[in-house]
């Protein structure tokens, strides 16, 4: 079953525009990690948050966690064209071995 | 240093047959994970490996899956008696030991059951 949700599911931006994705989650995590998937290849990690960690910064990635709400949330700043890729969250469960389950994804298209 | 190869990146097959999906994971990482997505879908968990411990399969959706991984290298997802559901990428992931680190995946099997 799936743990991570993200909203929305696809997202049309302009080239330099921000981008915000979100992602909720059902039960308590040890960490949750953010993935970014180009069309016809395999996922590459962008960033990973601890569940007693609010907020972090990887360039121009800026990565929340609310573990109070279940949610973290994903924003681009300043698009580019080469953004254009599927997201996923995934999310390091408590009760379980350390395997990432992986939300649905949400499709971001930069447009030049 | 490589990363993670998996083989073949086609496979068409046809209904009722058997298929081997391969995976070499990166040289050193303990941790070797398979996931399947579906076309414009999320991953869906299959099994995970780590070191000489029993797998956890609880991802698995039936008997007709099963995976091995030799040597605590390779690993081999085999699929009996293929059906057009199980049409869809499977991705391979493998990572160092420790919690928290980053998964790196192949590019994926791309598997059409005719």
């Known amino acids: 079953s799936q743990q991570g949700e993200e909203d929305p599911q696809a997202l049309s931006i302009q080239e330099g525009e921000n981008a915000t994705m979100n992602c909720s989650y059902k039960t308590s995590i040890n960490n949750l990690q953010w993935y970014r998937q180009n069309s016809g290849r395999g996922l590459v990690h962008l960033i990973l948050?601890?569940?007693?960690?609010r907020e972090k910064h990887s360039g121009r990635l800026r990565v929340t966690l609310d573990t109070s709400k279940k949610s973290s949330s994903l924003l681009i700043t300043a698009s580019r064209a080469a953004d254009t890729a599927s997201y996923f969250c995934?999310?390091?469960?408590?009760?379980?071995?350390?395997?990432?389950?992986f939300g649905s994804g949400t499709r971001l298209l930069v447009r030049p | 240093g490589a990363g993670v190869s998996q083989s073949p990146s086609n496979k068409v097959t046809e209904k009722g047959k058997d298929v081997e999906l391969r995976c070499d994971p990166i040289?050193?990482?303990?941790?070797l994970y398979w996931y399947r997505q579906s076309l414009g879908q999320g991953l869906e968990f299959l099994i995970y490996?780590?070191?000489?411990?029993?797998?956890?399969k609880s991802g698995l959706p039936s008997d007709r899956f099963s995976a091995e991984r030799t040597g605590g290298s390779v690993s081999t997802l085999t699929i009996q008696r293929t059906q057009q559901e199980d049409s869809a990428v499977y991705l391979c992931?493998?990572?160092?030991?420790?919690?928290?680190?980053?998964?790196?995946f192949g590019n994926g099997t791309r598997l059409t059951v005719t």
């Open positions: 948050i601890r569940s007693n960690e």
């Open positions: 992931a493998s990572s160092s030991r420790d919690r928290g680190s980053p998964l790196h």
């Open positions: 040289s050193g990482h303990t941790a």
């Open positions: 995934a999310t390091d469960r408590l009760d379980s071995s350390y395997k990432l389950i």
């Open positions: 490996f780590q070191g000489n411990s029993a797998p956890d």
